[in-house]
């Protein structure tokens, strides 16, 4: 069983940064496939970010050149770096691994998942 902890959610001005941690425990962390989601209220939950073990990454058109997700075997956690924040990426920000990787873009297909962080950016 895998176990997943979210930090580093915050409130920040339209323009700032902030970096999300997902720790990971239980599990063989270089076989998943990590990936963040996110939901706002009244919205469903979309795919952000998702990283291969080979450290192939995957964005969505919303963040692609202001997000970048990074993984850390040693530490066996995952991050998002958020850069250029606007107010729509105001959301829970979720940390989720996947053990077949084959569509990554896609919460279904994840196994497991984290409490989630917020992350607020005002205007």
């Known amino acids: 069983q895998v176990q997943l902890v979210e930090s580093g959610g915050g409130l920040v001005q339209a323009g700032g940064s902030l970096r999300l941690s997902c720790a990971a425990s239980?599990?063989?962390?270089?076989?998943?496939?990590m990936g963040w989601f996110r939901q706002a209220p009244g919205k469903e939950r979309e795919f952000v970010a998702a990283i291969r073990w080979s450290g192939n990454t995957y964005y969505s058109d919303s963040v692609k050149g202001r997000f970048t997700i990074s993984r850390d075997y040693a530490k066996n956690t995952v991050y998002l770096q958020m850069n250029s924040l606007k107010p729509e990426d105001t959301a829970v920000y979720y940390c989720a691994a996947d053990s077949l990787g084959v569509v990554v873009d896609s919460f279904q297909e994840y196994d497991y998942w984290g409490q989630g962080t917020q992350v607020t950016v005002s205007s």
């Open positions: 239980g599990g063989t962390f270089r076989r998943y496939v």
